[in-house]
């Protein structure tokens, strides 16, 4: 076995780009911003496309900013990276002591918290470039949203809703994907913001079942471990709230029975992880939480079905 192989992450899927094709001297920083992971700035970018497809709908005329889709895109690899880089600075120490995590590369001693913290500045200088290509209203309220990425870290410690906070940082990206387009907010873009951080906190709910021994262990607060036995109508609940919510928001910028319709695909996509995870079964929760991204997918093409209808 490798040596760059046996220091790959625990919960990172096994021939990913990273262990196989990056530099030896790169591949714990690309760990560390979760290059070998990217679910993670998928399911950031997702709220993004939808808030630009949701001004789309609401403004046909303008049509979907496709080169506006691309810089979000960017921005949300780095600003995940970077988000990623202050978690694990944060939680070196909580990472030691959870099997999934202390294979990361600063408890494994890959990278030192202060190469850490390096490399976090020059992912937040470029995302910051990535800003700045858009409005002043929009630049702003990203600036506004580096305070939910900030708290986020130390939510798990005081707080057993840390999925909330991670929802409303997760999230953001509905707004300022619409206020990159129109220049402020509405209803529509704050219905959207609130059903995709209830969609944030049950998928993150489900991730957190991977954890939750190490978890009670450790003394880390989830809503995996507040719900217990009852995560499976919890998580159920915040889904359906999600699918309200998103689906009033696409009627007040002007949806018709398209996008209606196609999201139902989205909301069987979510009642089939519902009803199929099982915490006892190996990645079960992990490929249940993966299955998001189509989620994803699926909304940004019924919100995109709907401007061109």
Not at 196 to 221: N, P, R
Not at 291 to 305: D, P
Request: hydrophobic share 55%.
């Amino acid at each position: 076995m490798s040596e760059s192989h046996q220091q790959s992450v625990a919960d990172a899927q096994s021939g990913n780009w990273v262990d196989r094709y990056a530099p030896d001297w790169l591949k714990p920083y690309a760990r560390l911003a979760r290059w070998d992971r990217p679910i993670g700035f998928w399911l950031l970018f997702w709220p993004c496309a939808w808030g630009l497809a949701l001004a789309a709908v609401n403004e046909p005329l303008f049509g979907f900013d496709w080169w506006g889709a691309v810089l979000m895109l960017v921005g949300a690899i780095l600003m995940r990276g970077a988000g990623c880089t202050f978690n694990d600075i944060v939680d070196r120490d909580i990472d030691m002591q959870v099997a999934r995590t202390r294979s990361r590369p600063i408890p494994s001693g890959q990278v030192t918290a202060r190469d850490a913290l390096a490399f976090l500045v020059a992912q937040a200088l470029l995302g910051s470039v990535v800003l700045f290509q858009f409005n002043r209203f929009t630049v702003w309220a990203g600036v506004a949203s580096l305070v939910l990425v900030a708290i986020y870290p130390f939510m798990k410690r005081i707080t057993w809703w840390p999925q909330a906070f991670l929802g409303l940082a997760f999230s953001y990206g509905a707004l300022v994907g619409w206020s990159s387009q129109t220049g402020g907010l509405g209803w529509a873009p704050v219905l959207l913001y609130a059903g995709t951080i209830l969609w944030v906190i049950g998928y993150d709910t489900i991730y957190a079942l991977q954890d939750i021994e190490d978890d009670a262990l450790v003394g880390v607060k989830s809503t995996a471990r507040l719900f217990g036995e009852h995560v499976k109508p919890a998580v159920a609940t915040l889904y359906a709230g999600a699918f309200v919510l998103w689906n009033a928001a696409a009627l007040l910028a002007g949806s018709s029975i398209v996008f209606a319709a196609l999201s139902l695909l989205a909301a069987a996509l979510m009642a089939w992880q519902v009803w199929t995870v099982d915490a006892s079964a190996p990645d079960n929760p992990r490929s249940r939480f993966y299955s998001n991204h189509y989620v994803g997918i699926i909304l940004a093409l019924a919100l995109l079905a709907e401007w061109v209808w």
